[in-house]
């Protein structure tokens, strides 16, 4: 099993650009999750799938933030403009939906807008 | 919502002693309590949980303790290596089920000294 698979693991744009963030979860896991880890606010979650269906968006800062999940294997984090409050690591987890146990996180992005 | 805290945000222990993080949750009906370590550059990793059935639970050098009635929940790790350095964090689920979201707490960064 190769795990959570996030890319790119780095990323530096100009401000006012597109990024575009890349998350595949394990194979078999129904459950996704976008994350933001920043020092002063820690871990915050963006949003989450169930079945590739958008349960959650609460944690979207602002409509500059868009997410899909058009496949049970690949879900996108876009950030059109990106700003440089935007700089964090960006986490994706999966999970099955029948799982008892915690989230399995993939690497990260960390993204840089300057 | 869940709110959970946690104590402390920065630990140092001699090698081979016991290091202890502590852990607030708000909401009573939360059932479900992960332990995450991160290390360097990695993404968070599962590494002990427990269920508001369970007042203990022991894995090696780990063990988590449940106080449901003070809703809290402690991270005890016994004789300390090196390898033990990284950020722990904690985090409360309602649900029994993978597809819920885990609120995490802002995590504790602890240091082994040799």
């Known amino acids: 099993d190769a795990g959570v698979i996030q890319s790119p693991r780095h990323e530096v744009t100009e401000m006012g650009q597109e990024v575009t963030l890349r998350c595949k979860p394990i194979s078999g896991h129904n459950s996704l999750f976008w994350y933001r880890q920043t020092m002063m606010r820690g871990l915050e979650l963006l949003i989450y799938?169930?079945?590739?269906?958008?349960?959650?968006d609460s944690g979207m800062p602002e409509d500059r933030f868009s997410a899909k999940m058009p496949n049970a294997s690949f879900s996108t984090l876009k950030i059109q403009p990106s700003e440089p409050r935007d700089s964090a690591v960006y986490f994706c987890?999966?999970?099955?939906?029948?799982?008892?146990?915690?989230?399995?996180f993939g690497s990260g992005t960390r993204l840089t807008v300057v | 919502g869940e709110n959970v805290e946690q104590h402390p945000s920065t630990l140092s222990v001699q090698e081979g002693d016991s290091a202890v993080i502590k852990c607030t949750y708000s909401d009573s009906a939360s059932n479900y309590f992960p332990w995450y370590k991160q290390e360097l550059g990695k993404g968070p990793q599962l590494i002990i949980d427990?269920?508001?059935?369970?007042g203990e639970k022991k894995d090696q050098r780990i063990a988590v303790t449940l106080n449901k009635t003070a809703k809290h929940f402690s991270l005890h790790i016994t004789e300390t290596q090196p390898e033990d350095s990284a950020v722990y964090f904690c985090a409360a689920r309602l649900s029994n089920f993978g597809n819920e979201k885990l609120t995490f707490g802002t995590g504790t960064r602890l240091t082994i000294i040799p």
């Open positions: 799938f169930n079945n590739n269906v958008p349960i959650d």
């Open positions: 427990i269920r508001s059935n369970v």
């Open positions: 987890a999966s999970s099955r939906i029948r799982d008892g146990h915690g989230y399995t």
